[in-house]
């Protein structure tokens, strides 16, 4: 639920304040239309999580970037699930989301995923990263493998339940669009810290990793020009260098994926592109949540308010937030399976692949 300075954006109508019948009209048109957008986004997203996963553990290899971006997507997916519920109980009408249970419960499941998602974008930039700028592979090993996905799961664990048994989680009528978070029944100092513990402070996280992500991005595109205009001695093979790295599988075929790729006419997304879209994503579509946010953690912190943000936040932020946030699984799909043009070769010409592939046999 959103309160905006006086009234509350995503109540019903018999709890808005009556001034006069234009605004009556206007609040209410406000309202449904935050409903809308967060409902159809949100099952957009679970559909296209559902498509993407589908599509990438079919055609495509099991490693560890695929497999952390299998992850990031499935919790993407099971958070709007969580908003799904919200707008559930935000509809009133609707007698088994009225509830203050189901409501605690939406909010376990939003902020649960949520910080999953946030920690799986930073194990996505960090294995790119470290492979392109150090030559490093994360979670190179099984047991590394085990110990960082088990910390992906068990650290947002760990918050959701002590919020939980501090009944932090809950009906927040001051805060939210139109899903469930932080309760109003604490504190306002308890209500700001746990704002940041649940999702601000992993965003800001994931925000300063994205921008050391891009100087990284940079750094590798001016080596590469300066690399060009050496003399053609100097210039290194793709194949010479998978040699002297001397590193079987996921490095090799992260540095050299998209050469090969070209070179049998279907190029994929490159490393950098990936990079770019999950940087472009949570920079545009959940900056308005954190702006949105952040203002709030700063009144609730030194109670005070920030002149002019009131209709800013009713007519503009509640709108972002609630179609950035919604749209999650949606932009992880339209950039790994739209614009990957091997995979969406894969997906979409499946006979001509086998036919191919039967001759390729026959002839051998």
Excluded at 16 to 26: G, H, T
Excluded at 132 to 158: T, V
Excluded at 213 to 235: A, E
């Amino acid at each position: 639920m959103a309160t905006s300075y006086g009234y509350d954006v995503t109540s019903p109508l018999t709890n808005i304040p009556l001034r006069n019948i234009s605004d009556i009209v206007e609040l209410e048109d406000l309202s449904m239309a935050v409903f809308i957008v967060t409902f159809v986004a949100s099952v957009i997203s679970i559909i296209s999580a559902i498509v993407f996963v589908c599509a990438f553990t079919k055609y495509r290899d099991c490693n560890t970037q695929n497999t952390l971006i299998i992850c990031l997507t499935i919790a993407n997916g099971l958070t709007c699930v969580g908003i799904v519920m919200g707008a559930f109980h935000y509809k009133k009408d609707i007698p088994f989301g009225n509830s203050g249970t189901f409501c605690l419960v939406q909010s376990v499941i939003c902020t649960y995923f949520d910080i999953v998602a946030d920690i799986y974008t930073l194990y996505v930039e960090v294995n790119i990263c470290s492979q392109l700028a150090f030559n490093y592979i994360f979670m190179e090993r099984r047991l590394a493998k085990i110990f960082y996905h088990a910390l992906a799961w068990s650290i947002p664990l760990i918050i959701v339940g002590v919020g939980w048994s501090r009944n932090a989680l809950g009906e927040s009528a001051s805060l939210d669009g139109s899903w469930c978070w932080i309760s109003d029944s604490i504190s306002d100092r308890e209500e700001w810290i746990w704002m940041v513990v649940t999702k601000q402070g992993w965003e800001m996280v994931v925000y300063l990793g994205t921008c050391f992500m891009f100087i990284i991005i940079g750094y590798q595109r001016f080596c590469r020009n300066t690399r060009r205009l050496l003399p053609s001695h100097y210039n290194v093979t793709t194949d010479e260098m998978s040699t002297a790295i001397n590193v079987p599988g996921e490095r090799t075929q992260l540095m050299t994926r998209s050469t090969s790729s070209q070179n049998r006419g279907y190029p994929t997304l490159s490393v950098n592109s990936v990079l770019v879209w999950v940087g472009m994503y949570f920079y545009f579509a959940k900056m308005w949540g954190t702006i949105r946010y952040g203002v709030h953690i700063y009144e609730l912190a030194f109670d005070g308010d920030v002149s002019g943000f009131g209709p800013a936040e009713k007519y503009f932020f509640i709108f972002a937030q609630s179609l950035g946030d919604s749209l999650q699984a949606t932009i992880t799909c339209c950039v790994f399976v739209l614009k990957d043009a091997e995979l969406r070769r894969k997906v979409c010409c499946r006979r001509a692949i086998r036919i191919e592939q039967s001759t390729h046999n026959h002839q051998t």
